[in-house]
């Protein structure tokens, strides 16, 4: 049963830091990862797709790395502000589904 | 392109009453999702539809909740009779083969 985890639950940066939340799998026969942003009392907006044969996904200041082997995914985030201030959800869609499994989230503050 | 729309985006209703939410995916997108979000259980899969057809509704929590999509464009989530254990967030998602899926803003739902 695959198993997505997001580490650390919660995070609080100084505005301008670079910085990188992680998540990771444990079954590694993933069609893709998705990377999303919740803030609070609305609905979750994509961010950044990565197929199971891509490496990477870029999107402005954020970068989306995918190592399958190792069943990990990274989110680099360049030069936050506190605008990017939300929780932050990775989920994977299996080979064999539709369905996509959440991780838990991480937090992330930063602080002007 | 709209996006993902939900309607109502908050419904107060008391115990027994009946609950309908609205959902019109994203034009041209062949799947949909019903999710629901609380502090608790976090984010859960209720059901979801390829080319309108449910594939997997295993995630309806009981037989009080129906849902139904009679074209490609439009779905209901039913609640009857609704609970107040049924107060959350509901959300629905669309998604076309092999992209991501997007989010509408949801429902914010209270039993009384």
């Known amino acids: 049963k695959q198993e997505v985890t997001q580490i650390p639950a919660a995070l609080s940066v100084p505005e301008g830091e670079n910085l990188v939340l992680n998540c990771s799998f444990t079954?590694?026969?993933?069609?893709?990862l998705q990377w999303f942003r919740q803030d609070p009392g609305k609905g979750l907006t994509s961010l950044l797709l990565?197929?199971?044969?891509?490496r990477e996904q870029t999107s402005g200041r954020l970068n989306a790395s995918l190592d399958k082997s190792s069943g990990r995914s990274t989110l680099y985030i360049a030069a936050s502000q506190p605008g990017d201030s939300a929780t932050y959800l990775c989920?994977?869609?299996?080979?064999?589904?539709?369905?996509?499994?959440f991780g838990s989230g991480t937090r992330l503050l930063v602080r002007p | 392109d709209a996006g993902v729309i939900q309607s109502p985006r908050h419904e107060v209703t008391e115990m027994g009453q009946e609950v309908t939410l609205r959902c019109k995916p994203i034009?041209?997108?062949?799947?949909l999702f019903w999710y629901r979000q609380t502090m608790m259980r976090g984010l859960e899969l209720l059901i979801y539809?390829?080319?309108?057809?449910?594939?997997?509704d295993s995630g309806m929590p009981e037989d009080r909740f129906s849902a139904k999509m009679p074209n490609a464009s439009f779905s209901t989530l039913k609640i009857q009779p609704s609970e107040p254990r049924d107060s959350a967030v509901y959300f629905c998602?669309?998604?076309?083969?092999?992209?991501?899926?997007?989010f509408g803003p949801g429902t914010r739902l209270t039993v009384l």
């Open positions: 998602a669309s998604s076309r083969d092999s992209g991501g899926q997007f």
């Open positions: 079954d590694s026969a993933i069609y893709n």
């Open positions: 990565i197929q199971s044969s891509q």
């Open positions: 989920a994977v869609r299996m080979d064999s589904s539709y369905k996509l499994i």
């Open positions: 034009s041209g997108h062949n799947s």
């Open positions: 539809f390829n080319n309108n057809v449910p594939i997997d």
